[in-house]
């Protein structure tokens, strides 16, 4: 398996979690963190290019932090003072091409792990 997602877990509302993304593959890839819920598409997340430079969908980066320790070949989200609406399973991906990560189009996904924010 190239890519490897941990840290899920059951959380009330206001509370942390941190993912972790095992990329085994490469690191010189782009990786990507993307959501979904029940019932709706695919999101990105939020995104990190090899340099290490982020990206956030809309308003999470109020919230969530991605960053990447290279020599760990792991790819981290922080994310705080979540909601219920944040409640989905939570996928990291990677590609090469940067594109393709903005597109929700990565050549490789790794199992998903779920998040669940309570009320």
């Known amino acids: 398996v190239q890519l490897q997602a941990s840290g899920g877990g059951l959380v009330q509302a206001g509370g942390s979690l941190r993912l972790s993304c095992v990329d085994s593959?490469?690191?010189?890839?782009?990786i990507g963190w993307y959501r979904q819920a029940p019932g709706k598409q695919r999101e990105l997340v939020a995104a990190i290019t090899r340099g290490g430079s982020p990206n956030y969908a809309g308003a999470l980066a109020d919230r969530f932090t991605i960053s990447r320790d290279n020599a760990k070949n792991t790819v981290y989200l922080q994310m705080n003072s979540l909601k219920p609406e944040d409640t989905a399973i939570y996928y990291c991906?990677?590609?090469?091409?940067?594109?393709?990560?903005?597109?929700?189009?990565?050549?490789?996904w790794g199992q998903g792990t779920q998040v669940t924010v309570s009320s």
């Open positions: 991906a990677a590609d090469q091409q940067w594109g393709q990560i903005l597109r929700v189009k990565p050549a490789q």
């Open positions: 593959g490469s690191r010189t890839n782009h």
